[in-house]
């Protein structure tokens, strides 16, 4: 049965449950460096399925996309700036696929850049603005309805994902 977030929310509905660490569940599985995380969306969609499942399973009625470090600049990393987009779009989708099937709901998750914004580090606002709005925009298309956004970097990090998701994911 679906349940209304804005409701659950503000009308003291039954409490809202939050999934877990993602990436020790990856681990557990087989995921290993140099490989990122957000790799196995494309590489082993089932793994990622089966965590949201297990998850799921154990109580939560939202789920976190497998998508934390899944921004242009971390991904550059292993040359898979490229492929921001669908890698998002992907996680997203594989969290909704399992999300319907229990009537719960799908956050996109944002981490930091991995870099910091000027002027204590080399990113400009508009070059951080720009990565997010293209994570934001794959996690929007593949069926997240909001974000979450842990660990920013700074109050210019944090600012950059919220302006990214207002202007181009509405």
């Not at 981490?111 to 606002?125: A, D, H, Q, R, S």
């Not at 709005?133 to 298309?141: I, S």
Request: charged share 25%.
């Amino acid at each position: 049965m679906s349940i209304n977030l804005v409701s659950q929310i503000f009308t003291g509905g039954e409490f809202l449950i939050l999934d877990g660490a993602m990436g020790t569940m990856l681990a557990d599985k087989g995921w290993r460096p140099p490989l990122l995380p957000e790799e196995m969306n494309v590489t082993a969609p089932d793994v990622v399925m089966c965590i949201h499942r297990e998850y799921l399973n154990s109580g939560a009625n939202i789920i976190e996309t497998n998508s934390f470090g899944s921004n242009p600049i971390k991904l550059a990393y292993r040359g898979l700036e490229g492929k921001t987009h669908q890698i998002n779009e992907q996680a997203a989708r594989i969290a909704r696929r399992v999300a319907d099937r229990y009537g719960a709901f799908v956050a996109g998750s944002m981490g930091p850049l991995g870099e910091l914004i000027k002027p204590l580090g080399k990113l400009t606002f508009e070059e951080a603005y720009e990565a997010y709005k293209e994570q934001a925009l794959g996690l929007k298309n593949g069926g997240s309805r909001f974000f979450s956004h842990r660990d920013a970097d700074g109050h210019q990090g944090g600012k950059g994902r919220s302006l990214s998701r207002e202007r181009r994911c509405s």
